[in-house]
Structures are given as C-alpha cells and as structure tokens.
C-alpha cells in the first residue's frame, strides 16, 4: 500500500510539472498580448527620449508597431523592459505568458 502512495503522489506531482511547462494556447497568447498592450507607449517615449526623435503621432504609431512585432516575436530586451515597467501580477503573468509561447 506504501509503494502505491508514493508512485500516486510522483504522478500527481507529474502532472503538476508538466502543467507548469506548457506552451500557452493561442488564445491565451492573444489575451497576453492585449494585456501588455499600454506599456508599448511607454517604451516608445523613452525610445524618443533616448534617441531625441520628434514627438508626434507618426513617429508614436511606428515605433508602437515596431515595439508590438518585437514583443509577438519574443525580443528578450524589449520583454525585459516590459517586465520593468510591469506594475501588476497581471502584467508580469502577460509577459511570462508571451515569453513561454515564443521559446
């Protein structure tokens, strides 16, 4: 009866594991994406700052675009920033969610 407990308890916590390391769906993916969606502006000032490029609306919807392509392809620094300026569980979940469905 032991030995029947702990080979229930290894599969349990199996399960669990592998539960853990899934790649997230699609969906969630997409959810992920539109969770993060208000810290690309803020990269984009900063990319403005940074690099002293003029501040208006062309300039904002390219470098939002550009931000948003990197983040779908799993760029590690623009996530890494996105994880910065995350100042929720929620975000931070986003982020890890995209970075899993990316690797």
């Not at 229930?8 to 199996?14: F, P, V």
């Not at 969630?28 to 690099?51: C, G, L």
Request: net charge negative.
């Amino acid at each position: 009866m032991k030995l029947q407990e702990q080979i229930s308890r290894i599969q349990s916590m199996m399960g669990l594991l592998n539960e853990e390391h899934r790649k997230p769906s699609e969906e969630e993916f997409n959810q992920a994406m539109e969770d993060v969606k208000t810290i690309i502006p803020i990269i984009s000032h900063r990319i403005i700052d940074k690099e002293g490029l003029e501040h208006n609306k062309d300039t904002m919807m390219k470098l939002n675009k550009m931000i948003r392509q990197k983040v779908k392809e799993g760029n590690d620094e623009v996530l890494d920033e996105m994880w910065e300026l995350a100042g929720s569980r929620i975000m931070k979940n986003a982020i890890n969610v995209i970075t899993a469905y990316t690797k």
